[in-house]
């Protein structure tokens, strides 16, 4: 029997619902100069006044996808005017392994800051989101140490690379799940250069603990808004579960908004009580709105 092609779709973090396609203001502006890939697109918002960003990072198993469309949800804020948003391509584990996309995603919002400037940003409110893969690399983002180089020659390491909140979908969060639930999706061990089927036990347990976003958790972490299904077999409930766990441990403000019933295709960001959860908390945090109910 073959695949539906919206289950394929949705195993590599790419829902058929949601992507929109839209024209960004800048495109294709490299951050690096490692490889073509480090580049992204910048969508600018219709503000006199230093407008906050979101930064989306795409998913598909860190080897596929493509930052050329963004969530409808973020779209429309964009549309609206209040909103910027930064879509970040990265290597991919062809080209190199972990944590060269995380070092990616970190570098980009560097960039960011050293732009916002000339592009009308706020570099005081940058947010970070992304689905499956992109969910990984937004918690990563949120809770590793700042990547700032005060003493780098190049401008852009002395700038920071810590965001003021993350809202993951659908992200994997704690590689140490791979010896306790099963994953089917051979990505996981890519990420790290493993062949699929690699069993966890024969994996590096320092690379399993460094790849892991939960390893980075401290007090000092930006809120989070944790996103998943509970029917997901791609990447399992219990990533979102340790996380918010871990987090409230922490004392760090944590949300986890399940989608009951839900797939890995939330990792999509285009179920709608979920995109309309991440649009209100984007305001909440960057406008001051107050909490509303949820939808």
Same mark, same amino acid.
């Given at each position: 029997?073959? *695949?539906?092609?919206?289950?394929?779709?949705?195993?590599?973090?790419? &829902?058929?619902?949601?992507?929109?396609?839209? *024209?960004?203001?800048?495109?294709?502006?490299?951050?690096?100069?490692?490889?073509?890939?480090?580049?992204?697109?910048?969508?600018?918002?219709?503000?006199?006044?230093?407008?906050?960003?979101?930064?989306?990072?795409?998913?598909?198993?860190?080897?596929?996808?493509?930052?050329?469309?963004?969530?409808?949800?973020?779209?429309?804020?964009?549309?609206?005017?209040?909103?910027?948003?930064?879509?970040?391509?990265?290597?991919?584990?062809?080209?190199?392994?972990?944590?060269?996309?995380?070092?990616?995603?970190?570098?980009?919002?560097?960039?960011?800051?050293?732009?916002?400037?000339?592009?009308?940003?706020?570099?005081?409110?940058?947010?970070?989101?992304?689905?499956?893969?992109?969910?990984?690399?937004?918690?990563?983002?949120?809770?590793?140490?700042?990547? +700032?180089? !005060?003493?780098?020659?190049?401008?852009? &390491?002395?700038?920071?690379?810590?965001?003021?909140?993350?809202? !993951?979908?659908?992200?994997? *969060?704690?590689?140490?799940?791979?010896?306790?639930?099963?994953?089917?999706?051979?990505?996981?061990?890519?990420?790290?250069?493993?062949?699929?089927?690699?069993?966890?036990?024969?994996?590096?347990?320092?690379?399993?603990?460094?790849? &892991?976003?939960? &390893?980075?958790?401290?007090?000092?972490?930006?809120?989070?808004?944790?996103?998943?299904?509970?029917?997901?077999?791609?990447?399992?409930?219990?990533?979102?579960?340790?996380?918010?766990?871990?987090?409230?441990?922490?004392?760090?403000?944590?949300?986890?908004?399940?989608?009951?019933?839900?797939?890995?295709?939330?990792?999509?960001?285009?179920?709608?009580?979920?995109?309309?959860?991440? *649009?209100?908390?984007?305001?909440? +945090?960057?406008?001051?709105?107050? !909490?509303?109910?949820? !939808?």
């Amino acid at each position: 029997m073959k *695949t539906p092609i919206r289950l394929l779709l949705a195993l590599f973090g790419l &829902s058929p619902l949601i992507a929109h396609a839209q *024209t960004p203001t800048h495109k294709d502006v490299p951050y690096d100069d490692e490889h073509p890939t480090q580049i992204l697109d910048v969508y600018l918002a219709d503000s006199e006044a230093p407008a906050p960003v979101m930064v989306y990072i795409h998913g598909g198993g860190w080897r596929a996808g493509s930052k050329n469309r963004i969530p409808r949800y973020l779209a429309e804020a964009n549309a609206a005017g209040w909103l910027a948003v930064v879509s970040v391509e990265y290597r991919f584990t062809n080209v190199a392994i972990h944590p060269a996309q995380v070092d990616d995603c970190a570098r980009a919002i560097q960039f960011i800051r050293h732009h916002a400037g000339e592009w009308n940003l706020d570099p005081k409110r940058i947010g970070v989101t992304g689905g499956s893969a992109g969910g990984h690399l937004s918690a990563y983002v949120a809770l590793q140490d700042d990547e +700032q180089d !005060p003493g780098a020659d190049d401008p852009v &390491s002395k700038l920071s690379s810590r965001v003021s909140f993350a809202i !993951p979908f659908a992200g994997p *969060t704690d590689w140490g799940l791979l010896g306790k639930v099963e994953h089917k999706h051979p990505a996981y061990r890519q990420l790290l250069g493993y062949k699929p089927g690699t069993p966890a036990s024969e994996m590096s347990v320092d690379l399993k603990k460094d790849v &892991s976003p939960l &390893s980075f958790v401290s007090e000092d972490d930006p809120p989070i808004l944790i996103v998943h299904g509970d029917a997901d077999v791609v990447v399992p409930f219990e990533h979102a579960e340790v996380l918010e766990t871990a987090l409230k441990g922490a004392g760090v403000p944590v949300e986890l908004y399940i989608v009951k019933g839900g797939n890995h295709g939330v990792s999509g960001g285009g179920e709608s009580g979920s995109a309309k959860r991440a *649009t209100n908390y984007i305001r909440q +945090q960057f406008l001051g709105d107050e !909490p509303v109910g949820k !939808p």
